[in-house]
């Protein structure tokens, strides 16, 4: 069983940044690839940025890159999304993933570790 645990969502003005971290408990997390995706309301989940076991290798989807950064301390158990630059369109629930969802940078439909997801909105 895996528990994944999001914080430090909030209110913030458009331009300005929040970082949000997922702790991990459970299983060997230095071993996962862990991802994080968001779900606007109304919208469907999606893909936001991914990590490496290692740490090695980041992903990121299009409407993200260079404003927001992906990092991992597998010594803490947790990964963490640095968003800067932030926009009203990044307004969503961002959910961490520890599962296959991260692996292939899509929302795997099937069984997955999720979080429940920490609530972040921007205002301009």
């Known amino acids: 069983q895996v528990q994944l645990v999001e914080s430090g969502g909030g209110l913030v003005q458009a331009g300005g940044s929040l970082r949000l971290s997922c702790a991990a408990s459970g299983r060997t997390f230095s071993s996962s690839a862990m991802g994080w995706f968001r779900q606007a309301p109304g919208k469907e989940r999606e893909f936001v940025a991914t990590?490496?076991?290692?740490?090695?290798?980041?992903y990121y989807a299009d409407s993200v890159k260079g404003r927001f950064s992906i990092s991992r301390d597998n010594t803490k158990n947790t990964v963490y999304l640095q968003m800067d630059s932030l926009k009203p369109e990044d307004t969503a629930v961002y959910y961490c993933?520890?599962?296959?969802?991260?692996?292939?940078?899509?929302?795997?439909?099937?069984?997955?570790?999720w979080g429940n997801g920490t609530l972040v909105t921007v205002f301009s």
């Open positions: 993933n520890a599962g296959r969802s991260a692996l292939t940078q899509r929302v795997y439909s099937g069984t997955d570790y």
């Open positions: 990590i490496s076991w290692s740490g090695s290798s980041t």
